[in-house]
């Protein structure tokens, strides 16, 4: 049972062939029996999943049609808050911490009938591409436990990966749900920056972050985003744009489109079997009647450090909340108000916070601000407008999601910029505000997944949906 898609899961349950008890026990043995290899959860929540299995069991048992997730079991990346349910970001400066209500995307996942198993490993505060960041342990990728699962929402994509839930949430910053998708051979969904309200997401750059899904194939990837999508009164940066039906746009035919390559996107640094991969699966689409035309995106290599200033400087401004007064790890025996700042932080931050906390607050400091800051704002105006353009001649842009297939674990620990530039790829589309997607389109001789990225246009993730599903079907 625990290979179920999504509609086979709400299936099974609605034709009373298993229970959503049933299923939400199966899963929970899974977990049980694999996950300490893995390290894909942090915090389950067997109490509240079974609650709501019997509110589906209640409606299935006397006929009533169940809603869109009816039963479905799924997992939350911990930077959600969930009411209850302790919500740490990856960091022990939050261990203790469970909060008094819901993020958005996690009530309407529930009303919509799906039965939340847990809490998922990422990097601390969303920073990271392995998810080595994380406070409590790495998580392991499930096709190769010695190798990264991508980051930040490698518990995420490697809980779907492993058949420890049918569907998951992760948020993307720079990357954080296409990449480790790849790395892990499922679907990651970004959509539109303000397609889905980020109200009740523990914030690392407001601008930049996106709330999305890992799953199994595209459909479901549609259902899920058909589900949180939609304007948020909680959230005032959620859009105001009617959310088509994605379910049923992924039928209409994909012959006609034009999808853009970019040759920046095909440059040095990509591997051999990447490009192989990926070139193959362009060559899939045009053979479904796609035609392939070449387009210019001509500001990407400023993209790593644009985005890098951006989140930082945000981040700076974001974890400043995290003091030790109001909420989260407080040090003890502090002699004074400054001293207990320091130490809580000190304390409660790990490596990778710190730095990035320390370069965004260097990028906002006096006399810095419009050489680093406002620069890179500029630029980022710059990519959007290099989309914009690519744009009007290509319906979709196809890229590779990564450079490189899943790399050992402790490989680019030692080197964060070698880790910030596996990040190439997938940052402009935060950048930007698109929506991109990441599907899985073969694999390297050492049988590790690869990625095709898909891009489109703002709130426009009806195409890139159509553009996937069409190549999955025909792989």
Not at 7 to 16: G, K, L, P, T
Not at 248 to 258: F, I, N, T
Not at 316 to 340: C, I, K, P, Q, W
Request: charged share 25%; with cysteine; aromatic share 6%.
């Amino acid at each position: 049972m625990n290979s179920l898609t999504i509609d086979a899961a709400r299936s099974a349950i609605q034709e009373r062939r298993t229970t959503a008890a049933l299923l939400a026990e199966a899963f929970y043995d899974r977990i049980e029996k694999d996950d300490p290899q893995i390290g894909a959860y942090l915090t389950l929540s067997k109490e509240r999943a079974l609650a709501k299995a019997e509110e589906v069991d209640a409606l299935a048992a006397k006929g009533e049609k169940l809603p869109p997730l009816g039963g479905v079991p799924v997992a939350i990346k911990d930077v959600m808050v969930t009411r209850g349910v302790r919500s740490t970001a990856g960091s022990k400066i939050l261990g203790n911490y469970i909060p008094p209500y819901d993020c958005t995307a996690v009530a309407r996942m529930e009303a919509a009938g799906a039965v939340v198993l847990g809490k998922t490993n990422c990097d601390e505060f969303a920073m990271g591409s392995s998810n080595e960041n994380s406070a409590w342990r790495p998580v392991h990728n499930p096709r190769d436990l010695s190798r990264v699962p991508g980051g930040s929402s490698g518990g995420s994509a490697a809980a779907v990966a492993a058949d420890m839930a049918v569907a998951a949430l992760g948020s993307d910053t720079g990357g954080s749900i296409r990449q480790p998708a790849s790395f892990c051979g499922v679907v990651g969904l970004m959509p539109t920056y303000g397609r889905v309200s980020r109200y009740g997401l523990i914030a690392f750059a407001s601008s930049l972050d996106h709330i999305g899904p890992l799953t199994k194939t595209v459909k479901d990837a549609a259902l899920v985003l058909r589900t949180i999508a939609g304007r948020d009164p909680m959230d005032s940066t959620s859009a105001e744009v009617p959310v088509p039906d994605y379910v049923a746009e992924l039928e209409k035919p994909v012959r006609g489109l034009k999808l853009g390559v970019a040759k920046e996107y095909f440059g040095e640094g990509l591997d051999a079997e990447v490009r192989s991969s990926v070139e193959a699966a362009i060559q899939k689409l045009a053979s479904l009647g796609c035609e392939v035309v070449p387009v210019s995106l001509p500001h990407t290599a400023y993209a790593i450090p644009t985005y890098y200033i951006v989140a930082t400087a945000e981040a700076s401004a974001n974890l400043a909340r995290f003091d030790g007064v109001r909420y989260g790890h407080r040090a003890g025996d502090a002699r004074t108000l400054s001293e207990m700042y320091r130490r809580s932080r000190d304390e409660g931050f790990g490596a990778e916070v710190k730095r990035r906390i320390m370069l965004g607050t260097y990028a906002l400091s006096a006399g810095y601000y419009d050489a680093y800051y406002l620069k890179a704002q500029r630029v980022r105006t710059l990519l959007t407008r290099d989309f914009e353009e690519a744009f009007k001649k290509a319906d979709a842009i196809v890229t590779p999601t990564s450079p490189t297939a899943a790399f050992k674990l402790g490989d680019k620990v030692d080197d964060p910029l070698a880790m910030y530039l596996a990040d190439i790829y997938t940052v402009t589309a935060d950048l930007a505000g698109i929506p991109g997607i990441s599907i899985p389109c073969g694999q390297t001789r050492e049988k590790l997944p690869i990625g095709l990225q898909i891009l489109g246009r703002h709130f426009d993730e009806a195409t890139i949906l159509r553009v996937a599903h069409a190549y999955e079907q025909a792989s």
